[in-house]
């Protein structure tokens, strides 16, 4: 068994997170907002970086305004923000994840349909994606659900969109949000931490999406 807890079973598909699942993007976040508070004077450490993982816009705001109250003006720094990390993307790319193309791959050649779930607004992460959506048979947006993770839907509406039942699939997370939202939504869930680390109730942990291919690989040589 490459990670305990989880039995080599084929999914019937399989659902992604995008920000520091598929790509690397959550220290390019954290860089960026840590670069503009301090243009502002202000100290963003890591740990309250950590709180926004996983979390939709308005939740994002509304925990920023809660930690500097006055001392931001979110809209403006926002925009700073997204100025920011649109440049350094421009120039740069989108880092991909050790292992995501070579997971496709595998997934295509398994023929598991997949999708992502991603707490980003429609118009983001598209751009993040870029050439990568159209590798993917359904995505499901931040601003196209009415609660965000950790509530069910955007995991319920990705089972849907795939005409999966949420039972089969696997869902690959990174957050603490996510995690919680998958299993809500009747998925099994495995954790690929990034930035956070996991709790002791997250069931099924993996190191990397380059060991969950070789889990996949395992559960074809078991005839799962």
């Known amino acids: 068994m490459l990670f305990p807890g989880l039995a080599p079973r084929l999914p019937r598909a399989v659902v992604f997170d995008m920000d520091g699942l598929m790509l690397d993007t959550e220290r390019l976040d954290r860089w960026a907002w840590q670069?503009?508070?301090?243009?502002?004077?202000?100290?963003?450490?890591?740990?309250?970086?950590?709180?926004?993982?996983?979390?939709r816009s308005a939740e994002t705001e509304a925990e920023l305004k809660s930690h500097f109250g006055a001392a931001i003006d979110y809209a403006s720094v926002r925009g700073e923000v997204s100025a920011l990390w649109r440049e350094h993307v421009a120039g740069s790319g989108v880092p991909l994840k050790p292992?995501?193309?070579?997971?496709?791959?595998?997934?295509d050649a398994l023929g598991i349909p997949k999708a992502v779930a991603t707490s980003t607004v429609r118009t983001s992460a598209l751009l993040s994606l870029g050439a990568l959506r159209a590798r993917l048979d359904a995505a499901v947006y931040g601003d196209e659900v009415a609660r965000g993770k950790p509530a069910p839907?955007?995991?319920?509406?990705?089972?849907?969109?795939?005409?999966?039942?949420?039972?089969?699939?696997?869902?690959?997370?990174?957050?603490?949000p996510g995690v919680a939202s998958a299993h809500?939504?009747?998925?099994?869930?495995?954790m690929v931490p990034d930035l956070v680390a996991p709790t002791p109730s997250v069931p099924h942990v993996c190191d990397s999406l380059v060991t969950f291919a070789r889990w996949l690989d395992a559960a074809v040589a078991g005839g799962a």
């Not at 301090?38 to 309250?48: E, Q």
């Not at 292992?99 to 997934?107: A, F, K, S």
């Open 184 to 190: 809500a939504a009747g998925m099994t869930v495995v």
């Open 35 to 55: 670069t503009v508070a301090s243009r502002h004077g202000l100290h963003f450490p890591d740990a309250l970086h950590a709180t926004l993982i996983g979390r």
């Open 153 to 176: 839907d955007i995991y319920v509406r990705a089972a849907e969109a795939l005409g999966v039942g949420p039972g089969a699939c696997i869902a690959l997370e990174d957050s603490l």
């Open 99 to 107: 292992g995501l193309v070579e997971l496709l791959d595998t997934l």
